[in-house]
């Protein structure tokens, strides 16, 4: 299936490869940098490049193209996923998944190649087991390493591989019992200029953290199932429990990990909790334009609006802006065209707002483009949607864990306003 | 900390430079030194005896590899470590082996040692990454050891190693086809197995080594179906794959009859030109079908197997792995009837939230699906909108979904959309967004003149690309019903006093000229203007101003003959030799002169030809024919090893392939009468439909706890609800459990005391009760982990699923029930429901092996073993205690070993005693009789320069130092035979001569008898499936049609024991190889009329054959 795999950065190196079947010569990347020359920007290379003898499938995140070089016919989003899963693995062993920190943990990357692929199709992707194959590097372990020349090899065998519960750690024991829920929603939004919804969607996910000694079951229920719409779960959730009763009950990974996540319809109507109130125009002939914008929430249940950020690309013909926030700061990208507006939180009683001046380019006609204005926001103690849970249970272990759940509401990266 | 950092630094470093690291040591430092040198200081850590110097050195070579750096050169340094006893070295060694390997192949082999030593270690998980290394070098010389070793991982107890054999495959088979043949064995065996952990593996081997062999997934169907759930991820892909096609060729197209109904609602289809050939197509088949319908004067009905697959994927659309999702997506669009399909849509649009390679992907698929099935999606035409921060790809593809979405009632919000689009930044999607206009406006006549006028306003955008894009779309627009719109010509033709884009401009000209005849009066005019600015134009609209000219004058000529000819004779001085060209070309076709040749007669036919329409359609048109969400499909081209999908099948392959005799082997089945089973193959239907309903849980990795929680209720409710399933409802709950084995127990008590009385030692029942507490124990611990819930859980399906078929089983049931009145009333239904508790032992022993916590089953083996030959211990009693169940030692056969003739005088006859050798329990005690017939004494009788195969000992018989004449002596001598049936060579001496002579062993003597319980027996059995197991059919003897003969027959022929059994019709014998205590286990189930069936199950394969073969004889002649 997968053959081979090339690290790509920015400027276009390969900084890793690692090969699963016979070697390809890294050359087979020619045709990923001709694919990256000819796409305008970098999130425009196509996922999918056929090359007389190979396919390369590539995926873009945090700057680097994992490269993976096919032969023969595969589900393209098999090899999608895989590569998505290894950049989540990486992240979740070093931190941060960045060509540096590839480059500094080189050994361990490659042992965990190693693991999660035999002979290109995928092995063992539960970070469970790869945890317990290759220990995560931390810097307090890096040092007694170099110090005693150990390893960061687990030196028991990796049990789970066979257990029926291959995303759970057997002996798992902690002194604080501890089950943490993050119901975190997320709003996506079309707005038209006349402020009226085009599209509203709720994608919700819960994350869970969760410490908890030997092998609990856990049954979570909500106050009101009936909103999701269509989820999607963790294998350890089991599945004709939540068809019968809407109710969750999984036995738990060990550590982080997302338990569902989900979707409210965009028939119900979503209330988006921030207005725009905007005034951009272009005067013709002129060279100059105005710009005005505030911002306001809106049914917000009394919670306050924070780490709000606009961001707007602005047409190309506007040569720079001459603006002034009342609250937050805003730059502006002469060559992007890109303002973006660093508002904080929004107090209801004084409405922050940008206004000012935009200058032209002399002589030309007024942009017939209109911007578009992308918000980002937090609102901390509320699931949009009205998601409540119920209860948490545990089952199968005697001691009373502590149990935490919270919720925050979040603009999605589509909460667009459209000001044409 | 200050030397971790250091090293890091240093790597960062050395890395930006792009220069490889050197480490620490500053003997080997300094930029200048040679790779040779570097590499010397490389192997001088290799070859130290501190781990840590060898581990620093390995990472630093796996850094050279992870950079692409040759480090091939350090390969003897390296492949020394292999044995190394510290596990990272060991694994970066692995690492650095297997990528380096192919090029130092006779190198590698010195590793392989280590490898298959490593396939022989107790830890399963070695042995497994032992197979894994071993597979993945590839060297050809090694490919029967691989061969080999992939045999016997395939049947090793472990299923973790089971899995890592099915990786190996294609491996190996990539290595050297050749191997094909054989490795499809493997597969075979391995798609039998019945644990998640190996069905996506092998699923993924067979995909890749005989993809064609769809026959093999027959037997395996509906348990792949009903694993598919607890499959990992990535297998589940691979599985949903595979029986898509195999769908595909084995149920008939559940929408055969729906796409008559379609024909009428598709009204609006047919009015899109370019559908037009499809329909006729269309209409053709339906007809056919229509025909075949009416032949067969029956509605479809689903296969059950078909239901009971779409039933079971339908769960993993709410997997987070997209590629299931997709997988199930796909699978539903090629095999689900037509109102089902849309359950997929909601999981394909969440699909979309993923990353943006992910959404590239399924909206590819996406648009596919759109034209075959627009209602699908229609409800989620929001989630296609398209947002200024989406890649352009994603926008593009977007469009396309959208425009295949839009028909009359919503086509004004797409319109309205499609507006706030244009005025985007991204030049590139406006443009796909006006060719989406064009195709919306072509397929909804509706909204055509609205698209149209909008367009025309485009027009005048001062972008160069939306405009030739608008001019481009307007045109082919036009060029369907050029009548109804000369005003918007007209209208064009005023606006060449704005546009100043040449492209345009050129474009408005073609068009005039094209429909010069719907503009009679425009036309000449802008020829006019035209001709006034010739000079000024751009090539291109010089060239269209030519061709108007041209298109003019043979239509018009009275009015243009003179502008005409003004325009050829500017073109004629114009810079640009196309233009000169052109102008020279047309003058000569144009304006008859007396040298104009005869095509001049055809200038109108070639300037005024009918130009056809061009079609718009969308580039995912007939896309389908591809698997959806294969690489083949996103290329719109056959990718390598791409399997067709294959088209329904005109009438369905006979479903009966699909059943599966449970357990054939398993002697339990043929102890009900033959007449039994024939009706059991007549009425196919109702047989499966339980398996369908039954086998899921049973035959799931995690069985056992589904079977312990299966609750009384539901199981209760199962039997009332039709009356086909109590007949062989396989589920025990943990409740019903107890009471059955102490029925069971009850009922061995009455056998014991209706046959001839078994004395019962107490340690027989003792590791009964032994075996079963431990089970029971491993039960609770499982029920244990398992929540509660989960009873609840399964019951719920279990009614539900039977809801569900109670549609189908209601004729089924009536069946039955008719079956069950046609059976002979002499049948009493006590037998019935003894049989039923006898499965459910059986399947409980089942459940047992494959159990997933590996470590319970050798426990158990081992203790059971240890008692075994603590009893074997006392043997001498033990044959004394139960003479029924040891081989009676009265059939000894005698074998000549000399002749009195060749022996001058002394003959030797031996026979295999069958007593343990107590010097050494791995011999086969040979007593010989030594007969002396001779005149005179024979003195000094020993043996003398044995040659023997290897591995084989003996242990010579003391000297026998006098033998008078007329007087016979008896001697024991040992031989290990290594379980083979080599012979033993060697000389028998007397003071005077010497002989030589073989001693052969028959394969029934290379064993010794041991006591198992019939539960250990099935057991065992079940552990020794597949190729270990060799069934054969015979007609017995007319001498041998009792239990008794046949006891005796084969006790005769093997050195076996029985093994108590509660039915008649079945002997069981059990025994172990001396040399290898490898269990040889052998049934003989007898049926009417002398016919028998011949089941030997053994470790060794060797052994097994010969052994059928000898019982086969004894018991035929």
Redesign the interface.
């Known amino acids: 299936?997968i053959h081979s795999l090339f690290l790509v950065n920015a400027s276009g190196d390969?900084?890793?490869?690692?090969?699963w079947?016979?070697?390809v010569s890294?050359s087979v990347c020619d045709y990923f940098f001709e694919a990256q020359e000819r796409a305008?920007?970098p999130?425009?290379v196509?996922?999918?490049i056929?090359t007389p003898h190979h396919?390369l499938i590539?995926?873009?995140?945090h700057r680097i193209y994992f490269v993976a070089v096919?032969?023969?016919?595969?589900?393209?989003?098999?090899v999608?996923?895989?590569l998505?899963r290894v950049v989540d693995t990486f992240q979740d062993y070093f931190g941060v998944c960045t060509e540096?920190a590839i480059?500094?943990n080189?050994?361990v990357?490659?042992?965990l190649l190693?693991e999660m692929l035999?002979?290109g199709?995928?092995?063992a992707?539960e970070s469970n087991i790869l945890k317990e194959l290759i220990k995560p590097p931390t810097?307090l372990r890096?040092?007694v390493?170099?110090?005693?020349?150990s390893?960061?090899?687990g030196?028991q065998?990796?049990t789970g591989?066979?257990?029926?519960?291959?995303w759970r750690r057997t002996g798992v024991k902690y002194t604080n019992n501890e089950a943490y829920f993050d119901v975190v929603e997320e709003i996506?939004a079309?707005i038209?200029k006349s402020g009226s919804t085009?599209?509203a969607?709720i994608?919700g996910v819960i994350d869970a953290c969760v410490k908890l000694t030997g092998?609990p079951?856990l049954?979570l229920s909500f106050m009101n199932p009936r909103l999701l719409?269509?989820?999607?779960?963790?294998?350890c959730v089991?599945?004709?429990?939540w068809?019968?009763e809407r109710i969750l009950?999984f036995?738990p990974p060990d550590g982080n990990f997302?338990l569902l996540?989900y979707?409210v319809s965009?028939q119900n109507l979503v209330a988006i909790p921030v207005y725009v109130k905007h005034n951009i125009t272009f005067r013709e002939g002129s060279s100059q334009g105005r710009f005005d914008l505030t911002l306001g929430p809106k049914q917000t249940m009394g919670k306050a609006v924070e780490s709000v950020l606009v961001s707007s690309?602005l047409?190309?013909g506007v040569l720079n802006a001459n603006l002034n926030p009342s609250q937050g700061t805003y730059t502006f990208d002469p060559v992007t065209k890109l303002l973006s507006w660093d508002v904080g939180k929004i107090n209801p009683q004084k409405l922050p707002s940008l206004k000012g001046t935009m200058s032209l380019q002399a002589g030309a006609?007024k942009p017939?483009?209109?911007p578009?204005i992308?918000i980002q926001f937090k609102i901390q103690q509320m699931a949009i949607s009205g998601l409540k849970v119920n209860r948490l249970d545990m089952?199968?272990e005697k001691y009373k864990p502590f149990k935490g759940i919270k919720y925050m509401t979040k603009a999605g990266?589509?909460c667009?306003f459209?000001l044409? | 900390?200050s030397?971790?950092s250091a090293?890091?630094d240093e790597?960062?470093g050395s890395?930006s430079v792009g220069e490889p690291e050197y480490g620490h040591d500053p003997a080997s430092g300094g930029i200048f030194s040679s790779d040779y040198k570097r590499h010397d200081d490389l192997k001088e850590m290799l070859d130290s005896n501190?781990?840590?110097l060898k581990?620093?050195a390995m990472?630093r070579i796996?850094?050279m590899?992870?950079?692409?750096k040759n480090a091939s050169d350090l390969f003897p340094a390296v492949v020394k470590n292999v044995a190394c006893k510290?596990?990272?070295v060991k694994?970066?060694v692995?690492?650095y082996l297997v990528?380096y390997a192919?090029e130092q192949q006779d190198l590698a082999l010195l590793s392989i040692s280590t490898f298959q030593r490593g396939l022989k270690d107790p830890?399963?998980?070695?042995r497994a990454s032992a197979l894994?290394v071993l597979?993945?070098i590839?060297v050809t010389i090694i490919v029967p050891i691989m061969m080999l070793a992939i045999k016997e991982a395939a049947s090793d107890m472990?299923?973790?190693v089971r899995k890592?054999a099915a990786?190996?495959i294609?491996?190996l088979y990539?290595l050297d086809p050749e191997q094909k043949d054989q490795l499809i064995e493997v597969i075979e065996k391995l798609l039998a197995d019945k644990t998640t952990?190996v069905a996506g593996?092998v699923v993924?081997a067979f995909e890749e080594v005989c993809p064609e062999r769809i026959d093999l997934i027959h037997k395996n169907y509906r348990k792949l179906c009903n694993l598919l759930?607890d499959v990992?991820?990535?297998g589940q892909?691979v599985i949903i794959?595979m029986l898509t096609r195999y769908a595909r060729t084995q149920f008939l197209n559940p929408n055969i009859n729906e796409s008559l109904l379609e024909e009428g609602g598709g009204g609006e289809k047919t009015f899109y030109g370019s559908d037009e050939d499809e329909d006729e197509d269309e209409e053709e088949k339906e007809k056919k079908a229509e025909v075949a319908a009416m032949a067969k004067r029956k509605p479809y009905v689903m296969d059950p197997d078909h239901r009971l697959l779409l039933r079971n994927t339908k769960?993993l659309l709410?997997?987070?792995?997209?590629?299931v999702?997709?997988?199930v997506a796909q699978l539903y669009f090629h095999l689900a009837p037509k109102a089902e399909v849309g359950v997929i849509a909601?999981?394909l649009?969440?699909l979309l939230?993923s990353?943006?390679?992910?959404q590239?992907?399924?909206l590819q698929n996406v648009a596919t699906m759109t034209i075959k099935r627009r209602g699908m999606f229609e409800p989620y035409l929001?989630?296609f909108?398209i947002?200024?921060?989406d890649?352009?790809?994603i926008k593009v593809l977007k469009l396309e979904v959208l425009t295949n979405l839009a028909n009359e009632t919503n086509i004004s919000t797409i319109l309205r959309?499609f507006q706030?689009y244009i005025?985007?930044?991204d030049k590139?999607f406006v443009a796909a967004t006006i060719q989406a206009i064009g195709r919306c406006a072509t397929n909804i006549g509706e909204v055509r003149d609205t698209c149209l006028n909008g367009l025309v306003q485009l027009l005048s955008?001062?972008d160069e690309l939306v405009v030739a894009e608008s001019v481009v779309v307007i045109k082919k627009l036009l060029q369907m019903q050029p009548e109804k719109h000369s005003d918007i010509i007209k209208h064009m033709a005023k606006l060449t006093d704005n546009i100043q884009v040449p492209m345009a401009r050129a474009s408005i000209l073609w068009l005039i000229g094209e429909y010069c005849e719907h503009v009679p009066k425009i036309a000449p005019d802008v020829l006019r203007k035209m001709a006034k600015s010739f000079t000024n134009e751009e090539d291109i609209v010089k060239l269209q101003i030519i061709n108007l000219a041209a298109k003019l004058y043979l239509t018009n000529s009275k009015q243009t003959k003179l502008l005409t000819q003004y325009v050829l004779n500017l073109a004629k001085y114009d810079q640009n030799y196309d233009i000169r060209d052109r102008a020279r070309f047309i003058r000569q076709l144009i304006v008859p002169t007396e040298k104009s040749g005869a095509l001049s007669k055809y200038a109108k036919k070639l300037f005024l030809a009918l130009k056809p329409a061009p079609v718009l359609e969308s580039p995912f048109k007939d896309r389908d024919h591809f698997q959806l969400?294969?690489?083949?499909h996103?290329?719109n081209?056959k990718?390598?090893?791409?399997?067709e999908l294959p088209d329904w099948p005109e009438a369905a392959p006979d479903p009966s392939v699909r059943n599966v005799e449970v357990k054939e082997s398993v002697p339990e089945w043929t102890k009900c009468s033959s007449r039994e089973k024939r009706k059991e193959k007549k009425v196919e239907k109702p047989f499966y439909s339980d398996s369908e309903g039954e086998s899921g849980p049973t035959e799931s990795?995690?069985s056992e706890?589904d079977s312990a929680s299966g609750s009384e209720s539901g199981s209760g409710s199962e039997e009332s609800g039709s009356g086909s399933e109590s007949e062989e409802s396989e589920e025990g709950s943990e409740s019903e459990e107890e009471e059955e084995e102490e029925e069971e127990k009850d009922k061995k008590k009455k056998k014991k005391e209706l046959k001839k009385p078994v004395p019962e030692t107490e340690s027989e029942q003792s590791s009964e009760e032994e075996d079963r507490k431990i089970k029971r124990k491993s039960k609770q611990r499982k029920s244990?982990?398992?929540?509660?819930?989960?009873e609840?859980?399964?019951s719920?399906?279990e009614s539900s699923q039977s809801e569900s078929e109670d549609s189908e089983s209601e004729i089924e049931v009536k069946k039955k029930k008719k079956t069950a009145e046609m059976k002979p009333p002499s049948k009493p239904v006590k037998k019935e429901t003894k049989k039923e508790k006898k499965e459910m032992s059986l399947l409980d022993l089942d459940d047992f092996e494959p159990a997933?916590?590996?470590q319970v089953t050798p426990v158990n083996t081992f203790l059971s073993n240890s008692l075994v030959t603590d009893l074997e211990g006392l043997s001498l009693s033990d044959s004394v205690l139960s003479p029924a169940t040891i081989a009676p030692s009265s059939v000894l056969k005698n074998y000549e070993l000399l002749h009195r003739i060749t022996g001058e005088g002394l003959s030797v006859e031996y026979c295999f005693s069958r007593q343990p050798f107590s010097p050494d329990a791995n011999m086969v005690a040979v007593q010989m009789q030594f007969t002396n017939s001779a005149t005179s004494d024979t003195k000094n009788l020993h043996m003398e320069d044995v040659k023997l195969q290897s591995g084989m000992r003996v242990k010579e018989f003391p000297e026998i130092e006098l033998l008078s004449a007329g007087e016979t002596a008896m001697a024991v001598m040992g031989i290990d035979f290594c379980d083979s049936t080599q012979a033993a060579n060697f000389q028998l001496c007397t003071h005077t001569r010497k002989f030589f002579v073989s001693i052969q062993p028959p394969v029934g003597e290379l064993m010794r008898p041991i006591f198992l319980t019939e539960n250990e027996f099935k057991k065992e059995q079940g552990q020794l499936m597949g190729m270990n197991e060799i069934t054969e059919k015979l007609t017995l003897d007319a001498k041998c049609r009792n239990e008794h003969a046949i006891v005796q027959r084969v006790t005769t022929a093997a050195n076996l024991s029985r093994v108590p059994c509660g039915s008649d019709k079945e002997c069981r014998f059990a025994g172990r190889t001396v040399t290898s205590s490898s269990l040889v286990l052998v049934t003989v189930a007898t049926k009417e009329e002398g016919a028998a069936q011949l089941t030997v199950n053994c470790e060794k394969m060797v052994i097994g054959t010969m052994l059928v073969k000898d019982i086969l004889l004894a018991l035929t002649q």
């Not at chain 1, 590539?58 to 995140?61: I, P, Q």
């Not at chain 1, 719409?229 to 294998?235: A, R, T």
């Not at chain 2, 244990?784 to 989960?790: G, K, M, R, V, W």
Request: hydrophobic content about 30%; glycine content about 2%.
């Open positions: 299936m390969i900084f890793l490869e690692k090969h079947k016979s070697v890294r305008t920007e999130e425009n196509p996922p999918v056929p396919y590539s995926v873009l995140r096919i032969q023969s016919e595969v589900p393209p989003l098999f999608i996923e895989f998505h540096a480059k500094d080189v050994v990357v490659y042992e190693e035999d002979n199709f995928p092995l992707t810097i890096t040092m390493n170099t110090i005693t020349g390893t960061n090899v030196e065998l990796p591989q066979l257990s029926v519960v291959p996506d079309i038209d085009i599209t969607e994608q092998m079951d049954t719409d269509d989820v999607s779960f963790h294998p089991r599945f004709k429990r068809e019968a009950s036995i997302r996540s979707h965009s690309q047409p190309r006609s017939d483009e209109n578009t992308n089952y199968g990266n589509l667009q459209r044409h | 900390m030397a971790s090293f890091n790597k960062g890395s501190k781990d840590s581990l620093e990472k796996v850094a590899i992870a950079r692409g510290n596990i990272e694994k970066l692995y690492v990528r192919e830890n399963q998980l070695i894994r597979s993945s590839r472990s299923p973790y890592t990786h190996a294609p491996k990539s952990l593996s993924m759930i990992e991820e990535w892909v794959n769960p709410q997997s987070r792995n997209a590629a999702v997709m997988a909601k999981a649009v969440r939230r990353h943006s390679e992910v590239y992907v399924v929001k989630s909108y947002r200024s921060t890649p352009t790809q959309e706030t005025k985007s930044m590139d955008n001062r969400g294969s690489l083949s996103l290329l081209a990718a390598g090893g791409y399997q990795a995690d706890s244990d982990s398992e929540s509660e819930s989960d609840d859980e399964e719920e399906s997933p916590s590996p």
